[in-house]
């Protein structure tokens, strides 16, 4: 029967208290109604009930998952309007009533919702017909379903048509109006599009070439792209910047040159379904090539020439006017651009340092009307460099200066070549007269009273082979210094052919670089220790044997020191000699001062020993792998 509302009163099923089977069939009907009261609050789906009169009488769980909203936040229809529906308040009675005339029966509609954390969510709500609540009350149950994903999907579809209907629109605009000329050509060999410009080209109508095979339209093409056309379709591979000619083709049947690219067209698969052309007429652009060639070929082989000479020279060249602004600029000038330079002044072009004296010599070159030249320095990179400049007068017929030929070369491998040279000649002249010292010195502590003039010789001439020998090996090394393995094996090499004396001396030391002062005064302690060892200590038995080692260690203090061994044993009975000759003022005072440092020489019984040290800053250059060697 109609309600109050104009819809259809709901069915509700009449019992009386003392019809058994009537109320067993009401204990059913309540079961399976709080039954399906259970499963509607566990629903996937998000579920909201409400009664026609606007309380909210029930929302699951997925709905409060998925809104972030309870029952408790949402008691009523005007709250579900504000929190959920965010309707306006001048618009809420007119949604409201609306709500109540629409929910009479069953219904479907598609709202905007808003979660509890402001996320707008797009839903499709479906409503039942009003049914009876098992507390008596008339409700309606209402489903959504998230159409959310699906609308910005449809959205972005609909954007995406429309701008590909645009670039659609665009690219048949610029296929109709592009002034190359464009065809698309089927697997066949037949025209399938080709656009008005492509037509121009060869006199024919662009319908008139759809469906033709290609080298029917256009005979000067077979012989010359047929072989192109079938690999690009047979590779793939586009095929570009094809030069070929035509005879008696376009309207005007005049010889034509073409440039033509050639790229496959494929399917939605990727199959290659035909390829593309595009033509382009540079029958004039050939024709004025031609002559700037022919125009341009003297003037390019002087050019050519003229920045050969420079280049090989290493020049650059330029011309200013009298207020010295810049006209031309030819080779690397400081790095400028030449044709930006052109007007600009020398405060704007050269090194800070070169402006003054290069504008002073050219006003002079101008006053005077005579050359001149001049070497200046300048910096470049934080680095000194040094620059050649030739200034001269540029004259009219009538004799008139009205501007400046200049020349300018870079010079700063000349000139360090040059202070090289008087550095090596400072360097030989201190090192000649540091020999020349040692020699003396050598020679007057060699002789003693009474020594025959034979024995002195030589002893003077072996000491001075063995000072030779560090010579050789500090010039092999630009004085640079000497590897201390190099050094010892120098000193100690004479013994190699002296009844294999070499096999019992024992060489143990990391690979260190010695400075050259050090490495000349150790070579000459070592010379001595060895000739003593032959002649009077462990190398003048059969059984004796020399260890010589060298290290590098930190000091108290943290500094690096460097320290050489000499311990001789297995030789005859030791005695300290009672004079002091040459040797042990080389080992004892010479080491010392060339090391800073000191040395202890011993004469102990069982074998002579030596123990020298100093600051490895004065003595060591560099310092590398250890590892020991024997001498032989």
Known sequence: MPDQHGGTEPVQLATSPGDASVREDYARLVAAMASQLAALKSALSPYMVTALTGETVLVNDMFTQVTGFTVEDLPD?????????????????????GWLRQNKRASRKEVSIFTAWDEMRVWEINSTDPVIWPDGRKVILQSMFDLTEQRRLEG????????????????????????????????????????????GFNGIAA??????????????????????????????????????????????????????????????????????????????????????AETNVALQRTLDLLFLALRTAGVSVFTQDRDLRYIWIGGDYFGCDPEKSVGLMDDQVLPRELVAPMSALKQRVFASGEPASADLPYRKEGKAHWCNIHVEPWRMRDGAVVALLGAVSDVSDRKATEQHIRTLLSELAHRSKNLLTVIQVMARRSVSPGMPSTVFVDSFVERLSGLAQSHDLLAREDWRGINMHELVTSQIGHLNNNNGLAERLIVDGPDIVLTPVAAQNLGMALHELSTNAVKYGALSTAGGQVQIAWSVYKDASGGDRMRLSWIERGGPYVKEPQTRGFGRFVIEAIAARALGGTVALRFDPDGVSCIIEGSADDSVVAIGRTGPAHAG
């Not at 005979?219 to 094809?242: H, W």
């Open 156 to 199: 972005a579809l609909r954007r995406s048509q429309e701008e590909m209907r645009v670039r659609l629109a665009e690219l048949e605009a610029l296929y109709s109006s592009a002034p190359l000329g464009l065809a698309m050509i089927d697997r066949d060999m037949n025209f399938m599009r080709v656009n008005d410009a492509f037509a």
């Open 207 to 292: 319908a008139d070439h759809i469906g033709r095979f290609v080298f029917d339209v256009v005979p000067d093409l077979r012989g010359q792209a047929e072989e192109v056309f079938r690999k690009v379709l047979d590779s793939g591979e586009p095929v570009t910047n094809i030069e070929f000619k035509s005879e008696n083709t376009g309207r005007r049947g005049e010889d034509r040159d073409w440039l033509e690219q050639i790229y496959p067209l494929r399917g939605p698969g990727g199959e290659i379904s035909g390829i593309g052309v595009i033509i382009e007429d540079i029958t004039e652009r050939k024709e004025v090539e031609g002559e700037l």
């Open 77 to 97: 229809m005007r709250a579900c309007l504000h929190k959920l529906r965010r309707v306006p308040d001048d618009e809420r009675q007119e949604v409201l009533d």
